[in-house]
T-cell receptor, first 113, second 113 residues
Framework: NAGVTQTPKFQVLKTGQSMTLQCAQD?????MSWYRQDPGMGLRLIHY???????DQGEVPNGYNVSRSTTEDFPLRLLSAAPSQTSVYFC????????????FGSGTRLTVV | GENVEQHPSTLSVQEGDSAVIKCTYS??????FPWYKQELGKGPQLIID?????GEKKDQRIAVTLNKTAKHFSLHITETQPEDSAVYFC????????????FGTGTRLTIIP
């Protein structure tokens, strides 16, 4: 199993550009989430999904969209990048939301200039 | 919403000594308290978790204690080794699992050989 795969690992965007951060897992996990990690602020939940076709907002959803058309994939879209979205983004999955901990990807470091 | 405070932000201990990291949470309805370890350049990894119906849980050199009355929980690492050097995050959620986990701001633990 590859686990949770995030692409790209690094990205530089100009303000106003849009892009999609990819996340794929091959463990047949139902529950997937996106977090952003900023210095001194820990990890903050952006969006999450309890299964294909179902998504919901987390703590900091503004400026981001998600969709979950398959169990495996959970892409995060930045609609119009802003410098405040400079961060490290982590995708995580778990077999369900109650009985199992998260498996995290290795992250995408995004810089918006 | 939930607020999780974590202390200290940095901690240095001699190899072989014990390390303790403490977290407090604000939402008395929180029931699930995991701890994650993040090594440089990697995503966080679950190392231990505890649910509100348990006061203490141990796994080899790692233990977590929970005081629901005082709304705080702690991570204890005994006989520390160089590979324990990492950033540790505590987290809390209202459900009994990963749904809408709120993370602390992290503790950078350095083991001095």
């Amino acid at each position: 199993n590859a686990g949770v795969t995030q692409t790209p690992k690094f990205q530089v965007l100009k303000t106003g550009q849009s892009m999609t951060l990819q996340c794929a897992q091959d463990m047949n996990h139902e529950y997937m989430s996106w977090y952003r990690q900023d210095p001194g602020m820990g990890l903050r939940l952006i969006h999450y999904s309890v299964g294909a076709g179902i998504t919901d907002q987390g703590e900091v959803p503004n400026g981001y969209n998600v969709s979950r058309s398959t169990t495996e994939d959970f892409p995060l879209r930045l609609l119009s990048a802003a410098p405040s979205q400079t961060s490290v983004y982590f995708c995580a999955s778990s077999r369900d939301r109650v009985n199992y901990g998260y498996t995290f990807g290795s992250g995408t470091r995004l810089t918006v200039v | 919403g939930e607020n999780v405070e974590q202390h200290p932000s940095t901690l240095s201990v001699q190899e072989g000594d014990s390390a303790v990291i403490k977290c407090t949470y604000s939402d008395s309805a929180s029931n699930y308290f995991p701890w994650y370890k993040q090594e440089l350049g990697k995503g966080p990894q679950l190392i231990i978790d505890i649910r509100s119906n348990v006061g203490e849980k141990k796994d080899q050199r790692i233990a977590v204690t929970l005081n629901k009355t005082a709304k705080h929980f702690s991570l204890h690492i005994t006989e520390t080794q160089p590979e324990d050097s990492a950033v540790y995050f505590c987290a809390a959620s209202r459900g009994f699992g990963n749904e809408k986990l709120t993370f602390g701001t992290g503790t950078r633990l350095t083991i001095i050989p």
